[in-house]
C-alpha cells in the first residue's frame, strides 16, 4: 500500500498526540501548559511567543484569549440580563440566594436533577472539608465534590456583576485544587470522596459552565487561570486513562466520558484535545450501545439514572452540533430513543414515575433541549412551549425563537408497552387531566432497580394515587431494605415473604423473575399480565399471575390468581402518597375533598392498613398509608379488585356465572366474570384460568356465548360488542 507524504505526516501527529496523552499523564499536574497548546491555532502561536518573552505577559494573553473564546455553552450576553430577569424573575432569584447561601458556605442540595437531594443544610464554620460527611451518608460528600453549585456563582454574577460571587469560584476552586491532589491515574479512587470517577466526569461540565459566566471578573487572574487549566486537563487524563467493564455497563461510564468530551471542546486548544474527543465519542458510542435498550430506556430500571444519562447525552449532541463534530449514529439514535421513553412513561403532570431508584421529577427541561436539538414536534409536545430558564442561558435569544417555531404534535401512540425493560404505560389521552397507569412485568437489573415485579401505580385527577414508595436513601439499613423491597410495591405476596431476597444495598441473593408476558392496547381498553415465578422457591412451589385490565378512562379490574398445594397466605398490597385513607365497610377509600379513589374487592378477604412512608425524593419521606388485601387458603386462590373514582362513575357490579357451551355451570377456579355498570354502559369481564378443567375457551355468560380467556362483552344503548383481548 502507498502511503503519502501527507498521511505519513499525519500519523506520526496522531502517534504523538496519543504518546503524549498516555505517557505524560503522570505528571501532568507538574507540567508547563504552555508547552502543550495547539501550535496550528495562530492567536495561540502568538500567546506562546509572547510566553517564551515574558512568562507573566504570555498567561494574561492565555487569559484574554479564554475571555474572547467562544463559549461552548453560554449563549446569553450582557445585553440579555434584563429580559431574562423579567422573563425569569424566580429563577434568577434562586440562583442569586443560592449563590449567597454558597459564599456563607452553606450547602442544601436542592437541584432539579441533584442524584441525591438534601433538606437539611449544613454550614462550615471555618474552611470547607471536602471530605466531611456531616450526616453519616457518603452520597452527601459526593454532592459537595461535584459542585453544581458554583453554576449559581457564575449565574449570580452574570446578573448582578458583584464581584463577591467571581472571588467566591476564585477562592472555593483554589482550595478544592490545593486540597484534592490527585494521587495516581488509575481506577483506585472508588472510596474518595472527591475522585471517584463518576465526580469527575460531572465536575467537568459544572466548572465550564460556572467559569464561562465569571471569566469577565478582576478576581479570574492569569494565576488562576492556570490552576484551573492544569486541573482540568489532570481531569482529562484522569478519565482517559482507564475504561472498566464496570464503566462500560454502568451510567458511570457515560457520565465520565460526558466530562471527557466537555474538556475536548472547552480545551480544543490542546494537543491532548482530538485525541481525548474520539476516545470519547467512542466510548460513549460502545456504552450507548450497551446500556440503552431497543425501546429506549436504561438497562438499570431507574427512569432517574436513565435522565442523568439523557442529560449527558444531550449535552455531547449540542456540543457536537455547536462545534461541527461528527458523532457516530449510534449515539445520535440513541439519545432520540431516550426521548421517547420519556414520551412512554411520563406521567400528565409531565414527571417521570418513580420506577426504581428515581424521584418525582419535571422532564420537560430534557425533552424541551431534545427537540430543539432534533428539531422534533412530538417531543416538543411532552416539554416547554417555549425555552425554561436553564434552556435559554445554554441557546439564547434567536435559537429561543427557533424552538418556539417548532410547532407540537402528540405521540401517536397513548399506550406503550417497553418491551425490553417490561414496563407498560397506560393513559387515557394527553390531557393533563388525564389518567395514567404503570404496570411492571419485568425485573430487569438489580442496583438501582427495585423488588417491583408486578406492581402497578395509578395518576389520575392531578394526583398520584397508588404509588411506588421512592428510594429515600442509599444507606446500608433496615428502611433501604424495606423501601425496595415487593411489600412498599402495588403487588403480590405470598405468606409474607418477598418476590426478591436483597443482599445490602445494590444485590440480590435471590431475584425473582416473569414469564408468560403478554400486553394488549387500544383506545377502550388496555391490558396486560404475567406470572411471577418467585414464589416457585418455596418448598411448596407457588405460581402467581396478575391480569390487570385498564377500562379507559378511570375503570381498573386486578384478576389475581396464585396456584399451589398446601395452605398459604396471599397478599395484595396498595401504597398510597399520603395518609389520607380509610376502610369504609368492606374496601378502601381515600379522603380527599373530592375525586376519592376506590378499591373495591369483590371477594371475601382480609384488609389491614398501616402507616408508611412515602419518599417522593431521595433524602424526603412522608407520612402514608400501605393497605394489605390478603387470604389464607389451600389450592387454587384468585383475588378480583376492582378500583374506580365513585364520585365520576355512579358504577354498580355484580360476579356472574358462567357456563361451557354444554350449559354446565363452572366453578371459579376454572373462570370468573364480574359485570359492571355505569352511567353510560355496561362490561362484562371473563377471565378464565389455564386448569386441566378447560378442554377450550368457549363460554356462556349472560346468555352470550364467546371464545377466548379474556374477554370484554361491552353493551351501549342495548347493542353488544365483544372484545376478546386474549
Given at each position: 500500500?502507498?502511503?503519502?507524504?501527507?498521511?505519513?505526516?499525519?500519523?506520526?501527529?496522531?502517534?504523538?498526540?496519543?504518546?503524549?496523552?498516555?505517557?505524560?499523564?503522570?505528571?501532568?499536574?507538574?507540567?508547563?501548559?504552555?508547552?502543550?497548546?495547539?501550535?496550528?491555532?495562530?492567536?495561540?502561536?502568538?500567546?506562546?511567543?509572547?510566553?517564551?518573552?515574558?512568562?507573566?505577559?504570555?498567561?494574561v494573553?492565555?487569559?484574554?484569549?479564554?475571555?474572547?473564546?467562544?463559549?461552548?455553552?453560554?449563549?446569553?450576553?450582557?445585553?440579555?440580563?434584563?429580559?431574562?430577569?423579567?422573563?425569569?424573575?424566580?429563577?434568577?432569584?434562586?440562583?442569586?440566594?443560592?449563590?449567597?447561601?454558597?459564599?456563607?458556605?452553606?450547602?442544601?442540595?436542592?437541584?432539579?436533577?441533584?442524584?441525591?437531594?438534601?433538606?437539611?443544610?449544613?454550614?462550615?464554620?471555618?474552611?470547607?472539608?471536602?471530605?466531611?460527611?456531616?450526616?453519616?451518608?457518603?452520597?452527601?460528600?459526593?454532592?459537595?465534590?461535584?459542585?453544581?453549585?458554583?453554576?449559581?456563582?457564575?449565574k449570580?454574577?452574570?446578573?448582578?456583576?458583584?464581584?463577591?460571587?467571581?472571588?467566591?469560584?476564585?477562592?472555593?476552586?483554589?482550595?478544592?485544587?490545593?486540597?484534592?491532589?490527585?494521587?495516581?491515574?488509575?481506577?483506585?479512587?472508588?472510596?474518595?470522596?472527591?475522585?471517584?470517577?463518576?465526580?469527575?466526569?460531572?465536575?467537568?461540565?459544572?466548572?465550564?459552565?460556572?467559569?464561562?459566566?465569571?471569566?469577565?471578573?478582576?478576581?479570574?487572574?492569569?494565576?488562576f487561570?492556570?490552576?484551573?487549566?492544569?486541573?482540568?486537563?489532570?481531569?482529562?487524563?484522569?478519565?482517559?486513562?482507564?475504561?472498566?467493564?464496570?464503566?462500560?455497563?454502568?451510567?458511570?461510564?457515560?457520565?465520565?466520558?460526558?466530562?471527557?468530551?466537555?474538556?475536548?471542546?472547552?480545551?480544543?486548544?490542546?494537543?491532548?484535545?482530538?485525541?481525548?474527543?474520539?476516545?470519547?465519542?467512542?466510548?460513549?458510542?460502545?456504552?450507548?450501545?450497551?446500556?440503552?435498550?431497543?425501546?429506549?430506556?436504561?438497562?438499570?430500571?431507574?427512569?432517574?439514572?436513565?435522565?442523568?444519562?439523557?442529560h449527558?447525552?444531550?449535552?455531547?449532541?449540542l456540543?457536537?452540533?455547536?462545534?461541527?463534530?461528527?458523532?457516530?449514529?449510534?449515539?445520535?439514535?440513541?439519545?432520540?430513543?431516550?426521548?421517547?421513553?420519556?414520551?412512554?412513561?411520563?406521567?400528565?403532570?409531565?414527571?417521570q414515575?418513580?420506577?426504581?431508584?428515581?424521584?418525582?421529577?419535571?422532564?420537560?427541561g430534557?425533552?424541551?433541549?431534545?427537540?430543539?436539538?432534533?428539531?422534533?414536534?412530538?417531543?416538543?409536545?411532552?416539554?416547554?412551549?417555549?425555552?425554561?430558564?436553564?434552556?435559554?442561558?445554554?441557546?439564547?435569544?434567536?435559537?429561543?425563537?427557533?424552538?418556539?417555531n417548532?410547532?407540537?404534535?402528540?405521540?401517536?401512540?397513548?399506550?406503550?408497552?417497553?418491551?425490553?425493560?417490561?414496563?407498560?404505560?397506560?393513559?387515557?389521552?394527553?390531557?393533563?387531566?388525564?389518567?395514567?397507569?404503570?404496570?411492571?412485568?419485568?425485573?430487569?437489573?438489580?442496583?438501582?432497580?427495585?423488588?417491583?415485579?408486578?406492581?402497578?401505580?395509578?395518576?389520575?385527577?392531578?394526583?398520584?394515587?397508588?404509588?411506588?414508595?421512592?428510594?429515600?436513601?442509599?444507606?446500608?439499613?433496615?428502611?433501604?431494605?424495606?423501601?425496595?423491597?415487593?411489600?412498599?410495591?402495588?403487588?403480590?405476596?405470598?405468606?409474607?415473604?418477598?418476590?426478591?431476597?436483597?443482599?445490602?444495598?445494590?444485590?440480590?441473593?435471590?431475584?425473582?423473575?416473569?414469564?408468560?408476558?403478554?400486553?394488549?392496547?387500544?383506545?377502550?381498553?388496555?391490558?396486560?399480565?404475567?406470572?411471577?415465578?418467585?414464589?416457585?422457591?418455596?418448598?411448596?412451589?407457588?405460581?402467581?399471575?396478575?391480569?390487570?385490565?385498564?377500562?379507559?378512562?378511570?375503570?381498573?379490574?386486578?384478576?389475581?390468581?396464585?396456584?399451589?398445594?398446601?395452605?398459604?397466605?396471599?397478599s395484595?398490597?396498595?401504597?398510597?402518597?399520603?395518609d389520607?385513607?380509610?376502610?369504609?365497610?368492606?374496601?378502601?377509600?381515600?379522603t380527599?375533598?373530592?375525586?376519592?379513589?376506590?378499591?373495591?374487592?369483590?371477594k371475601?378477604?382480609?384488609?389491614?392498613?398501616?402507616n408508611?412512608?412515602?419518599?417522593?425524593?431521595?433524602?424526603?419521606k412522608?407520612?402514608?398509608?400501605?393497605v394489605?388485601?390478603?387470604?389464607?387458603?389451600?389450592?387454587?386462590?384468585?383475588?378480583?379488585?376492582?378500583?374506580?373514582?365513585?364520585?365520576?362513575?355512579?358504577?354498580?357490579?355484580?360476579?356472574?356465572?358462567?357456563?361451557?357451551?354444554?350449559?354446565?355451570?363452572?366453578?371459579?377456579?376454572?373462570?370468573?366474570?364480574?359485570?359492571?355498570?355505569?352511567?353510560?354502559?355496561?362490561?362484562?369481564?371473563?377471565?378464565?384460568?389455564?386448569?386441566?378443567?378447560?378442554?377450550?375457551?368457549?363460554?356462556?355468560?349472560?346468555?352470550?356465548?364467546?371464545?377466548?380467556?379474556?374477554?370484554?362483552?361491552?353493551?351501549?344503548?342495548?347493542?353488544?360488542?365483544?372484545?376478546?383481548?386474549?
Amino acid at each position: 500500500m502507498k502511503i503519502s507524504h501527507k498521511n505519513a505526516s499525519l500519523f506520526l501527529v496522531a502517534l504523538l498526540i496519543i504518546g503524549q496523552v498516555f505517557s505524560q499523564k503522570t505528571n501532568l499536574s507538574c507540567e508547563n501548559i504552555f508547552d502543550h497548546l495547539n501550535p496550528e491555532n495562530p492567536q495561540l502561536l502568538e500567546v506562546k511567543n509572547s510566553y517564551l518573552k515574558n512568562k507573566n505577559k504570555g498567561f494574561v494573553q492565555l487569559l484574554e484569549f479564554y475571555r474572547q473564546k467562544q463559549d461552548i455553552y453560554k449563549q446569553v450576553s450582557d445585553g440579555d440580563c434584563q429580559f431574562i430577569q423579567s422573563e425569569y424573575p424566580n429563577e434568577v432569584k434562586r440562583s442569586i440566594k443560592i449563590a449567597d447561601q454558597v459564599i456563607k458556605k452553606y450547602f442544601l442540595f436542592r437541584e432539579e436533577w441533584d442524584m441525591e437531594r438534601t433538606n437539611v443544610p449544613y454550614q462550615f464554620k471555618n474552611n470547607i472539608d471536602w471530605n466531611l460527611n456531616p450526616f453519616g451518608d457518603p452520597e452527601w460528600t459526593f454532592m459537595l465534590n461535584r459542585h453544581r453549585y458554583w453554576t449559581h456563582l457564575g449565574k449570580a454574577y452574570f446578573f448582578t456583576k458583584n464581584e463577591k460571587y467571581a472571588q467566591t469560584f476564585v477562592n472555593q476552586v483554589t482550595h478544592w485544587i490545593e486540597n484534592n491532589p490527585l494521587s495516581s491515574f488509575e481506577d483506585i479512587h472508588k472510596q474518595s470522596a472527591s475522585w471517584r470517577r463518576i465526580e469527575a466526569g460531572i465536575r467537568c461540565e459544572n466548572w465550564i459552565k460556572s467559569f464561562e459566566f465569571i471569566k469577565y471578573s478582576k478576581h479570574v487572574t492569569p494565576e488562576f487561570l492556570e490552576k484551573f487549566l492544569k486541573v482540568l486537563l489532570v481531569h482529562g487524563a484522569y478519565i482517559n486513562n482507564t475504561f472498566s467493564n464496570f464503566s462500560l455497563t454502568s451510567n458511570w461510564g457515560i457520565l465520565e466520558y460526558h466530562g471527557l468530551f466537555n474538556l475536548s471542546v472547552f480545551l480544543e486548544d490542546f494537543n491532548w484535545a482530538l485525541a481525548w474527543q474520539k476516545n470519547a465519542i467512542d466510548k460513549l458510542s460502545r456504552c450507548v450501545e450497551l446500556q440503552i435498550l431497543e425501546d429506549g430506556s436504561h438497562w438499570e430500571h431507574s427512569p432517574m439514572y436513565h435522565n442523568e444519562v439523557f442529560h449527558c447525552l444531550l449535552n455531547v449532541n449540542l456540543l457536537a452540533k455547536r462545534n461541527h463534530v461528527e458523532l457516530t449514529k449510534t449515539l445520535v439514535q440513541k439519545t432520540k430513543d431516550m426521548a421517547s421513553a420519556n414520551l412512554h412513561w411520563q406521567k400528565p403532570n409531565y414527571h417521570q414515575p418513580l420506577l426504581g431508584d428515581s424521584d418525582d421529577t419535571d422532564t420537560r427541561g430534557l425533552l424541551t433541549l431534545a427537540a430543539f436539538l432534533f428539531e422534533n414536534q412530538v417531543f416538543k409536545s411532552r416539554a416547554y412551549n417555549t425555552l425554561d430558564f436553564e434552556n435559554y442561558l445554554i441557546l439564547g435569544k434567536n435559537l429561543a425563537e427557533d424552538y418556539e417555531n417548532i410547532k407540537p404534535i402528540n405521540p401517536a401512540f397513548l399506550s406503550y408497552f417497553q418491551q425490553n425493560a417490561g414496563d407498560y404505560y397506560m393513559r387515557s389521552s394527553w390531557n393533563k387531566n388525564a389518567s395514567y397507569s404503570s404496570l411492571h412485568l419485568r425485573k430487569l437489573a438489580m442496583g438501582h432497580a427495585h423488588d417491583d415485579l408486578l406492581s402497578f401505580t395509578i395518576f389520575a385527577n392531578n394526583r398520584d394515587y397508588l404509588v411506588d414508595n421512592g428510594r429515600y436513601t442509599y444507606m446500608d439499613n433496615e428502611f433501604r431494605k424495606l423501601i425496595k423491597s415487593s411489600k412498599e410495591h402495588n403487588t403480590l405476596a405470598v405468606d409474607d415473604l418477598p418476590n426478591s431476597i436483597l443482599k445490602g444495598v445494590w444485590e440480590t441473593d435471590y431475584k425473582a423473575s416473569s414469564e408468560d408476558i403478554y400486553t394488549k392496547s387500544t383506545t377502550f381498553f388496555d391490558y396486560g399480565e404475567a406470572k411471577n415465578t418467585g414464589y416457585k422457591r418455596l418448598k411448596d412451589p407457588v405460581e402467581v399471575k396478575r391480569r390487570m385490565l385498564y377500562l379507559k378512562p378511570d375503570i381498573w379490574l386486578l384478576f389475581d390468581s396464585f396456584s399451589s398445594r398446601e395452605n398459604h397466605k396471599y397478599s395484595q398490597y396498595f401504597n398510597f402518597s399520603d395518609d389520607k385513607v380509610e376502610i369504609k365497610e368492606s374496601s378502601i377509600e381515600t379522603t380527599y375533598s373530592e375525586n376519592n379513589l376506590k378499591i373495591q374487592p369483590i371477594k371475601d378477604v382480609g384488609i389491614t392498613l398501616n402507616n408508611a412512608w412515602y419518599s417522593p425524593e431521595y433524602n424526603l419521606k412522608l407520612p402514608s398509608k400501605q393497605v394489605e388485601f390478603y387470604k389464607t387458603s389451600v389450592g387454587f386462590t384468585s383475588l378480583i379488585t376492582l378500583l374506580y373514582f365513585p364520585e365520576k362513575n355512579n358504577l354498580k357490579y355484580t360476579k356472574i356465572s358462567v357456563y361451557n357451551r354444554e350449559g354446565e355451570l363452572l366453578d371459579d377456579k376454572d373462570v370468573e366474570a364480574l359485570q359492571i355498570s355505569t352511567n353510560k354502559s355496561e362490561y362484562i369481564v371473563l377471565v378464565a384460568y389455564k386448569t386441566p378443567l378447560i378442554e377450550n375457551y368457549f363460554f356462556i355468560v349472560d346468555d352470550i356465548m364467546v371464545q377466548g380467556e379474556v374477554v370484554i362483552i361491552e353493551n351501549t344503548n342495548g347493542q353488544n360488542k365483544i372484545h376478546v383481548i386474549k
